[in-house]
């Protein structure tokens, strides 16, 4: 029970049940079956293991030199070989469920995985650091269209409002670590933009996804636009506004982390709350 409690510390718990809990609601809301449903959601989960993991072995170097001690890894509380192990078992299992949900599902789900682990294994440390996150999070609607019995990739507007969603994530995730970033060679765009810029980056693009969430879901008649649309549409505005006043008046501090976070989630709710109407 030590090495488990271990492994899912390292596994990035709280990104890994929201992405998970995305999914579902996802899934819920596209209709699936029970089953596929259910194949969805653990495929999903075991994929964000696998990342979450990863990424924390191949960090434990710097992570011990910086003085982690919240870091499982770091610690030693579970041995390297053992992460990695753990860490390709939760990558086989997500890819073998994905398969019976179909080869284009277990394509989109293999592009999305094989992106972030691309992203653990050395883009976080260049100017591309962002692309991992364009790629996977874009794609990440189509998991629950192409999970249907008759697969199809979500409209163009559930592309860009992920890919705008992984893009803040990305940009204001790292917020809190830049200095230790830095200390130990990690210089990805966030890093080279700086805290300020990014969280301002960060809260207009998650207005540009909620525009065309709005207006996507609706078929680009406002009229047609439903009214808990408008309420995720209007709690992302004022969020992005508020981030960008502080970002402007004040020093960069955590604020600013959870202000682009929440706006992320309200725009990952929206983006659940159009419903059938993902399917392009």
Not at 9 to 35: D, I, K, R
């Amino acid at each position: 029970m030590r090495i488990v409690r271990a492994l899912w510390g390292s596994s990035h718990p709280g990104p890994t049940l929201v992405v998970t809990a995305l999914a579902l609601a996802l899934g819920l809301s596209s209709g699936l079956e029970a089953w596929r449903l259910a194949l969805l959601t653990v495929a999903v989960f075991a994929g964000q293991l696998s990342i979450g993991i990863s990424n924390d072995a191949l960090d434990a170097g710097r992570d011990r030199a910086v003085g982690r001690t919240d870091k499982p890894l770091a610690r030693g509380d579970v041995s390297l070989p053992a992460a990695w192990v753990a860490a390709s078992v939760c990558l086989t299992l997500a890819l073998v469920l994905s398969a019976p949900l179909g080869w284009r599902m277990l394509t989109a789900h293999a592009l999305t995985l094989g992106s972030a682990w691309a992203y653990n294994a050395g883009l976080k440390s260049t100017p591309l650091s962002i692309v991992p996150f364009l790629v996977s999070f874009g794609v990440f609607p189509s998991l629950a269209t192409l999970s249907a019995p008759e697969p199809a990739f979500a409209a163009g507007w559930a592309w860009i409002a992920g890919a705008v969603l992984g893009a803040a994530v990305h940009l204001t995730n790292v917020l809190p670590d830049l200095d230790d970033d830095e200390r130990t060679g990690v210089r990805g765009l966030p890093h080279r933009l700086g805290a300020r810029t990014s969280a301002v980056v960060a809260a207009l693009g998650v207005v540009a996804g909620a525009v065309a969430v709005l207006l996507g879901s609706a078929g680009g008649d406002l009229a047609a636009v439903s009214p808990i649309s408008w309420v995720f549409f209007s709690g992302v505005a004022l969020l992005a506004v508020a981030t960008v006043v502080r970002a402007v008046v004040r020093p960069p501090t955590r604020a600013l982390f959870r202000l682009v976070m929440l706006a992320a989630l309200l725009l990952a709710a929206q983006l659940v709350a159009s419903g059938g109407a993902l399917v392009a």
